[in-house]
């Protein structure tokens, strides 16, 4: 890793409480500039210091630098006032008391509809504000390109639509439970699929190895709902068979392309270094 990926990386940990703004990029600017003028400066100097050595003293050359990012944060009274929570606060107001007077008139409009809409409405009001929410933290980790929670709100976007999932197969379509718990048995494998998604499109990484889990783990829920729905329970688990074979076969041939990439690099950096 170069030393400006590094720095970058060091600069993202420290301004990741510090919200978006003009002054704010203008400080983090400022900083990577002089890491960078002094790994320039102590790389050409007659002291061979390791990379590691450099990294640390730029890094110590800062110094303390706390009450400028503290005084990039937002206080808590900030907060309040700003636009964007004034507007996050009316947009969840506006969709509880939508769901509340819808519930309302189709209670006095429909017999018998009190308990059905309090099983359906409210719990689709609560998803709505989740989606509306966490779409914004998405919104701001991609903008910020900061990614501690990205792949855990995806995973829970899996969680919600494997629960609805059930309810509707099994309410909506009348299918029978023993049928549609399988539902939840694909949440190992969206699980993998969230990191992955995130690990590869916003991290920018190529891990090729999430293949080999993302195989296994969605050849078991593939077996389950195959097998509940026909009831040929033995000769089916090949499938799960299938999917470890698969993902083996993969994880082979993505470790050997790995090592070969990596002797590649490594003899030409000795032939670059002659």
């Not at 509306?132 to 501690?148: D, P």
């Not at 399988?182 to 969230?194: E, G, H, K, M, N």
């Amino acid at each position: 890793m170069s030393f400006l990926e590094r720095f970058k990386a060091y600069l993202d940990k420290q301004f990741r409480l510090v919200p978006p703004s003009k002054e704010a990029a203008e400080l983090r600017e400022s900083m990577l500039g002089d890491l960078m003028s002094r790994a320039m400066d102590l790389k050409q100097s007659k002291a061979e210091y390791s990379d590691d050595e450099i990294y640390t003293r730029c890094i110590d050359s800062l110094g303390d630098y706390t009450a400028m990012l503290n005084e990039l944060r937002l206080k808590p009274l900030d907060t309040v006032k700003s636009p964007r929570f004034q507007r996050g606060v009316l947009a969840s107001l506006s969709i509880v008391l939508f769901a509340v007077v819808l519930y309302l008139i189709l209670g006095v409009a429909i017999k018998g509809f009190w308990g059905i809409g309090a099983y359906t409405i409210f719990p689709i009001m609560a998803v709505a504000l989740y989606a509306v929410f966490s779409a914004k933290v998405l919104e701001h980790n991609v903008k910020l390109k900061r990614h501690y929670t990205t792949d855990l709100i995806i995973f829970s976007y899996g969680v919600i639509l494997a629960i609805a999932l059930f309810f509707v197969l099994w309410l909506a379509a009348g299918i029978s439970p023993g049928i549609t718990w399988v539902s939840f048995t694909y949440l190992p494998f969206w699980a993998v699929f969230s990191v992955a998604v995130t690990t590869f499109f916003l991290r920018k990484k190529r891990i090729t190895l999430f293949i080999a889990p993302m195989l296994v783990t969605l050849g078991v829920p593939v077996y389950l709902t195959a097998a509940a729905a026909t009831g040929l329970w033995h000769p089916l688990w090949l499938i799960i068979v299938a999917a470890v074979l698969a993902s083996l076969v993969y994880g082979i041939f993505a470790l050997n392309s790995k090592i070969r990439k990596s002797e590649e690099a490594y003899a030409e950096k000795k032939e670059s270094e002659r």
